[in-house]
C-alpha cells in the first residue's frame, strides 16, 4: 500500500507464547502508534513511539522502531486468550501531519 | 473523566438519503479525527477538525463533510448514501494533532445503507 504494511494479517497461537506483529512504513514520521480493537471495547491506544526512541514497553508488550528500515515490531510476551484481538499500528506522518492507520493484524490466542 | 461519546450508534437509511454523525470527545481535547472502518479496508481516513479548523481530510467524496463546534464536539456528514457507505464510523478525540497524539476513541456508529 502507500502507507506501508503490516504483517502478518492473521496469526493463531497458544496461550503462553509469543506474538509478534510488524509494521512498515514509507515516509517521515514523527511517531508510530499501536492500537488495539475487540469486539468488546473498541479501540484502545497501546504504545505511542516516537521517531527518536528505540524500544518502549508497557507490562507484556514491547515496540521497537527501526527508522533505517522503516520498521516497527509489536510484541506480547506470554499471551493470554484475553489478547484475542485486532491490532492495528497507525503512523504519525510529518508531511502533511495525517496519522494513517494499517490493515491490522487478527491475533488469536487459543487456551 | 468521561469517555469519547458517539450518537447514534446504529443508524439504518437508505440509499440517496443523508446522515448526520455525532462525536463528544473528551473534556479539554481539543482534536476530533473521523474514520471509516469497513472488513476489507481497515480504518480509513476521514478528517481530522482541530479548534473548529479542518486540519486534514483523506481521500474521500465531497459527499462526506464534517465540522467542528466551539466545545470541540463535531459532527461528520454523509450526503446521497450509497450502499458502500455501510460501515463503522469511529471519532477519536486527542488533546493536541492527531498525528502527535495518543487517540482516545469513542464506540462507533454502525450505518448500514439498505
Known amino acids: 500500500s502507500q502507507q506501508g504494511e503490516e504483517d502478518p494479517q492473521a496469526l493463531s497461537i497458544q496461550e503462553g507464547e509469543n506474538a509478534t506483529m510488524n509494521c512498515s512504513y514509507k515516509?517521515?514520521?514523527?511517531?508510530l502508534q499501536w492500537y488495539r480493537q475487540n469486539s468488546g471495547r473498541g479501540l484502545v491506544h497501546l504504545i505511542l513511539?516516537?521517531?527518536?526512541?528505540r524500544e518502549k514497553h508497557s507490562g507484556r508488550l514491547r515496540v521497537t522502531l527501526d527508522t533505517s528500515k522503516k520498521s516497527s515490531s509489536l510484541l506480547i510476551t506470554a499471551s493470554r486468550a484475553a489478547d484475542t484481538a485486532s491490532y492495528f499500528c497507525a503512523r504519525g506522518y510529518n508531511q502533511g501531519g495525517k496519522l494513517i492507520f494499517g490493515q491490522g493484524t487478527e491475533l488469536s490466542v487459543k487456551p | 473523566k468521561a469517555g469519547v461519546t458517539q450518537t447514534p450508534r446504529y443508524l439504518i437509511k437508505t440509499r440517496g438519503q443523508q446522515v448526520t454523525l455525532s462525536c463528544s470527545p473528551i473534556?479539554?481535547?481539543?482534536?476530533v479525527s473521523w474514520y471509516q472502518q469497513t472488513p476489507g479496508q481497515g480504518l480509513q481516513f476521514l478528517f481530522e477538525y482541530f479548534s473548529e479548523t479542518q486540519r486534514n481530510k483523506g481521500n474521500f467524496p465531497g459527499r462526506f463533510s464534517g465540522r467542528q463546534f466551539s466545545n470541540s464536539r463535531s459532527e461528520m456528514n454523509v450526503s446521497t448514501l450509497e450502499l458502500g457507505d455501510s460501515a463503522l464510523y469511529l471519532c477519536a478525540s486527542s488533546l493536541g494533532p492527531a498525528s502527535l497524539n495518543e487517540q482516545f476513541f469513542g464506540p462507533g456508529t454502525r450505518l448500514t445503507v439498505l
Open positions: 515516509t517521515s514520521i514523527n511517531n
Open positions: 513511539i516516537r521517531s527518536n526512541e
Open positions: 473534556s479539554g481535547h481539543r482534536s
